[in-house]
């Protein structure tokens, strides 16, 4: 039964939208979508012009629509930023080494820079390698941590103004639901700001995050985007499963419910007497922390000790009840120090200021003059 | 009534199953069709009651097109919620207010995709 679209009342309607009911057409949509985008971007102030913006690029369905939608945007309405791709190579065969050639052909399609880092090459491990390690169990734990860091070292070595990720609405709502069900009030105040100062680097933002998944899934699909859908092939998190799945099925009987539980999130206001950690930086390599060593360098550790669960419990009794094993895998790659990162990015900066070219690298290793950005 | 048997009796619909989901349909049941893994996909044409509805179509789906896992697709006829149906180009919610989208009438040479938001980030 073909119906007429309700905002241009002449073309075939093809979307009922989620967050309103409306159902419109195809470019209707398209405008729409994009338009909402633009208005996140504009009312929050993510950028300022000038902006070099990574854009967290995992080959998936959200990134991919957020690089298309930012160059479009960027484009349309000349924020004058400059856009790079910022791939994470968690080094997973049969996953992500697929999806980084998603990205790769997305360099292509939108034109984009693409920079890529390895688990392999910052910390000497790959995840593959990891999950040899600790088995299949507590995998993701390293996974998540070393991500958090691996895109601020990423983003210091392209020198990077700012990070957006492709979180959307129906990623924040979950979050939320989670942080709820755990009691983790900390967690809850932040998950739902839109820009978050990051650890500390460079600030991260999500222009997504009023977007439904399914209106980036159909804008995805009737754009003929390119993009990857394979699952992890490591065990993904149930947790967040069960609150996915419960989240997909309150959407079904109200659409709305999504837009509902952020805005819920957002008006919720942690109670003054909440205990925040307090921030500090990790003694080995500079990241922000709230102990002394950082989380990805105590798993590190753990991981070269061959006791990898050290740094994964959260009780000592657990940490002792894992056997050391001989020797460990021993990579022994020190992450470069933020400091030294800093540096480096303040030398490109200047250097695109007109000021002399940084000091080239052909040494890896204590030599290395670049801050790993160049040589390895 | 209760047609069943080959020519005009069947209804041919072209099926794709996108972000992810044709890794649980059986190899066999998909085959290249311009450019894309497809699935054709031939049912007996109901006359009687409300017709070859897309709700038998997904049964059809549940009970012979996909390998063990079929929950993660459906259960009996009612599709796992974070997956989209998209007819002819067109959302299947965008259906008149009152009409259930199950009941949808399937059409001769309609194309369904099914694609699932589920995976991936």
């Avoid at chain 2, 054709?40 to 009970?63: C, N, P, S």
Wanted: charged share 30%; glycine share 10%; with cysteine.
């Amino acid at each position: 039964m073909p119906r007429q679209c309700d905002i241009c009342q002449g073309a075939r309607a093809i979307i009922r939208r989620p967050k309103t009911g409306q159902r419109v057409c195809k470019e209707c949509f398209f405008r729409a979508f994009e338009t909402e985008v633009h208005n996140t971007i504009v009312d929050n102030a993510l950028f300022r012009r000038g902006d070099r913006i990574g854009i967290g690029a995992s080959g998936g369905k959200d990134s991919t629509v957020l690089a298309y939608v930012m160059k479009t945007l960027n484009e349309r309405y000349d924020y004058g930023l400059e856009l790079f791709l910022l791939s994470i190579d968690e080094g997973i065969s049969g996953y992500r080494d697929d999806s980084l050639e998603t990205v790769k052909r997305n360099r292509d399609q939108y034109g984009l820079p693409l920079k890529i880092v390895s688990y392999e090459q910052l910390y000497g491990w790959s995840m593959d390698r990891i999950v040899e390690a600790v088995g299949r169990k507590n995998n993701c734990t390293f996974c998540g941590v070393f991500r958090r860091q691996a895109l601020d070292r990423g983003a210091l070595m392209l020198d990077l103004d700012h990070i957006v990720t492709g979180h959307n609405a129906d990623d924040v709502a979950e979050t939320i639901l989670m942080n709820i069900l755990r009691g983790d009030i900390p967690r809850l105040g932040r998950c739902t700001e839109i820009t978050t100062a990051g650890d500390g680097y460079i600030g991260r933002s999500k222009p997504l995050k009023y977007a439904y998944e399914k209106e980036i899934v159909m804008y995805a699909y009737l754009k003929r985007l390119d993009y990857f859908s394979t699952e992890c092939t490591y065990s993904p998190n149930a947790y967040r499963g069960y609150a996915r799945q419960f989240i997909k099925d309150l959407e079904a009987v109200r659409p709305s419910a999504i837009i509902d539980i952020i805005h819920s999130g957002e008006a919720m206001k942690v109670a003054s007497g909440v205990a925040m950690p307090v921030a500090t930086t990790c003694g080995r390599c500079g990241y922000i922390s709230s102990n002394a060593i950082c989380k990805a360098c105590a798993l590190l550790d753990g991981l070269e000790r061959g006791i990898p669960k050290l740094g994964v419990s959260r009780s000592s009794r657990d940490a002792d009840g894992a056997p050391a094993r001989a020797g460990g895998a021993g990579a022994a790659v020190e992450p470069v120090h933020f400091e030294r990162l800093r540096e480096r990015a303040l030398a490109l900066r200047r250097q695109r200021l007109g000021g002399a070219e940084p000091e080239p690298c052909d040494a890896a290793g204590a030599a290395c003059r670049c801050a790993g950005t160049e040589c390895q | 009534m209760a047609d069943t048997g080959a020519g005009d009796e069947q209804l041919k619909v072209t099926v794709e199953f996108g972000g992810g989901l044709d890794m649980f349909v059986k190899k066999e049941r998909l085959q290249m069709v311009d450019g894309a893994k497809k699935a054709i996909v031939r049912m007996a044409r109901q006359t009687g009651g409300k017709g070859t509805t897309i709700r038998r179509l997904i049964e059809h789906i549940g009970e012979d097109y996909l390998k063990a896992s079929t929950d993660l697709f459906c259960t009996g006829s009612t599709l796992r919620p974070g997956i989209l149906v998209i007819i002819n180009d067109a959302d299947w919610e965008i259906t008149d207010d009152g009409m259930d989208k199950y009941d949808y009438k399937l059409q001769d040479e309609d194309e369904i995709v099914f694609v699932s938001t589920l995976h991936g980030g």
